[in-house]
């Protein structure tokens, strides 16, 4: 399984060659299925998540730390 999240025609600024892009993108695809996913990164709505949990304990940590 091979992942990118860039597009076909984006890899060539990767790879540095057109002509190598080429060559490793028809042997990638050959007798395969391609999956084009859209949509917000699993990773980066759960890195949010933490973010958002680890700012509220923060909060409450000093909040409780004002009354000690």
């Known amino acids: ?5 860039l597009p076909f ?4 600024s990767v790879l540095g060659s057109e002509r190598l ?3 490793l993108l028809d042997r ?8 084009e ?4 990164s699993y990773r ?3 890195s949010k998540q ?3 949990q680890t ?5 409450t940590e000093e909040e409780a730390s004002k009354y000690k």
């Open 1 to 5: 399984m091979v992942t990118s999240n």
């Open 9 to 12: 025609d984006e890899w060539t």
């Open 21 to 23: 892009a080429g060559a």
């Open 28 to 35: 990638l695809t050959h007798h395969v299925h391609i999956l």
């Open 37 to 40: 996913m859209n949509g917000e």
């Open 44 to 46: 980066l709505t759960t």
């Open 50 to 52: 933490r973010q958002k």
């Open 55 to 59: 700012a509220q304990s923060k909060s």
